[in-house]
């Protein structure tokens, strides 16, 4: 159906616009196999690259040209229909997305801990840390994604082969690192909403090597324990300084903690890494050149990353801005997911908690504040609103004017709501809204699998009401997109906005944040599968 204007023949054309059909189910994700009895989980890695960033890295001009003449690089973004979404140049005052990645490959140095054919290659990335720095650097989330996370995976062009992996509407995100660590870069893109800086992938041979040249690192069980079921980690009841082998023990048990879950493994993920950010802040290793030369040529030998990191400005440039970053702003979050519809042994993004949290990171919205950063932001705003309001007062009163009549008849304009925010009945209250507003056939167009973006799509002559649209509930211009295939105009309600009639307010979810850098924590709770006594 085309545009119906009020001089329109088709202004006199009675009845309800007609409905579009309800979206059909995707199909099948394809067969992934079963979990392997006991991949190696190479967190260190990974923790110790982020937490030496977190901190900050005090001669970072030595430690870079260290890296620069080891690391290897990849393409940042693989995706075969969005390779070019990047951020670039990048932009000193907006928020920054680094991609911290371990692979658990068995191909080179890696084989004494299993042979190609268990992980060859890329391998599955076993670790998936996501840290943002908010626009202004006072704040640091490190948001851990669960390696069984059924997601979209795109098309992407292998890092190795430049061919084309096909990718499928369900899989598990760790798979997506088999076409290069561009495609997981190009997945957490789709799924996030955000556009990631930079990536770092690292395997597991440098495990051993990190931990000894960081002096080890304290960890807390619960009980004395023995993990006879893959890694043979050994541990007495209480705090122990692991390195060596031992800390790759730790960090490679699948069972031994909790109920052997994945939420498990990613809290004793977490905790490693703020026990090392503590250990590292407290010892001053930042500032020991001798060390900082020995974590760099470690580190770097077994890491690759993407091109635009690959300089000494750019790993400077991240290092100024999180010199000076208060522990207490440094947060460790799991990404909000439950069991997977489609087998209970994977799991899924939780909806409408997944969207509203991801809407919190792409709107820099600040997940804790220590006291005294509080106390800040407080008097800043307080100085802020004084400002304003004697400017209001001073200012003069503005000249009245009608507003402008729209060019069409608001009342016969077709415009379906879409709820796509996971949160049943959420398109009651806008079409409300719109009706009060004189869009008074507007109808549901139901509800539809969650997305993380709210959208208005207009099709053929309906750019001007889909403004209109956009402009009454206060949606930014980036919402409105061209659809050829939408009768009139399609608003699509995402988990960014969740509640209200105007968007802009960000929920963040309940007890998002499990802990903080600054906080030392209870010890890890010990499976009594493997107690010792």
């Given at each position: ?14 009845g309800t616009p007609h409905q579009e059909p309800p979206v059909e189910n995707e199909p099948a994700g394809r067969h992934f196999k079963g979990r392997r009895k006991a991949p190696l989980w190479l967190k260190i890695v990974a923790v110790t ?324 950063d509080a106390a800040a932001a407080a008097s800043t705003s307080a100085t802020a609103a004084q400002t304003s309001a004697a400017a209001t007062s001073s200012a003069p009163e503005p000249a009245s004017s009608a507003p402008a009549a729209p ?31 004189g869009f008074t056939s507007s109808w549901s167009g139901g509800d539809v699998a969650a997305q993380n973006e709210t959208k208005v799509l207009y099709g053929t002559d309906m750019a001007d009401v889909a403004a209109d649209v956009a402009a ?62």
């Open positions: 159906m085309g545009r119906r204007r009020a001089d329109s023949a088709a202004a006199n054309v009675a690259l982020s937490g030496a960033l977190v901190l900050g890295l005090g001669t970072a001009g030595v430690l870079v040209m260290r890296l620069q003449g080891n690391v290897t690089t990849a393409p940042l973004n693989a995706a075969v229909s969005n390779g070019s979404k990047t951020k670039t140049p990048e932009e000193p005052n907006d928020s920054m997305q680094v991609l911290i990645l371990g692979t658990d490959t068995r191909a080179g140095a890696n084989s004494e801990y299993g042979t190609e054919a268990d992980s060859a290659g890329e391998g599955q990335s076993d670790v998936m840390l996501l840290m943002n720095i908010s626009a202004d650097n006072s704040q640091v989330s490190i948001t851990s994604f669960p390696r069984d996370l059924m997601v979209p995976i795109p098309d992407c062009l292998s890092s190795v082969t430049g061919k084309v992996v096909p990718g499928s509407t369900s899989g598990m995100l760790n798979s997506a690192l088999g076409a290069g660590p561009g495609c997981t870069v190009a997945a957490i893109n789709d799924l996030t909403g955000l556009t990631i800086d930079h990536f770092m992938l690292a395997d597991f041979t440098a495990v051993k090597q990190l931990s000894t040249a960081l002096g080890g690192v304290e960890v807390c069980v619960d009980h004395a324990m023995y993990d006879v079921n893959g890694s043979f980690l050994r541990l007495p009841a209480g705090k122990s300084l692991v390195e060596g082998e031992q800390a790759l023990a730790f960090l490679r048990t699948r069972h031994a903690f909790g109920d052997a879950s994945d939420l498990d493994r990613i809290k004793a993920q977490q905790y490693f890494l703020g026990s090392m950010a503590r250990k590292v802040t407290s010892e001053g290793t930042l500032t020991n050149l001798p060390k900082l030369y020995n974590l760099a040529d470690v580190v770097t030998k077994n890491l690759t990353i993407d091109q635009g990191l690959a300089n000494v400005p750019a790993m400077i440039g991240i290092a100024n801005r999180l010199s000076k970053i208060n522990l207490a702003n440094v947060s460790f979050v799991t990404v909000p997911w439950e069991a997977y519809s489609g087998d209970s042994n994977r799991v899924q993004l939780k909806e409408p908690e997944a969207g509203q949290y991801f809407a919190a990171l792409r709107n820099n919205t600040a997940l804790t504040k220590s006291a005294a060019a069409y008849n608001k009342a016969i304009q077709p415009i379906s709501v879409q709820n796509a925010t996971a949160i049943v009945g959420r398109s009651v209250e806008l079409l409300k809204a719109l009706s009060g507003a009454l509930f206060k949606l930014p211009a980036s919402a409105l997109q061209a659809d050829p295939t939408v009768t009139g105009v399609k608003l699509v309600v995402g988990t960014d906005w969740s509640s209200g009639t105007q968007f802009g307010t960000v929920t963040v979810p309940q007890d998002i944040v499990s802990s903080t850098a600054d906080q030392t924590g209870a010890c890890l709770t010990v499976n009594p599968a493997y107690y010792t006594y």
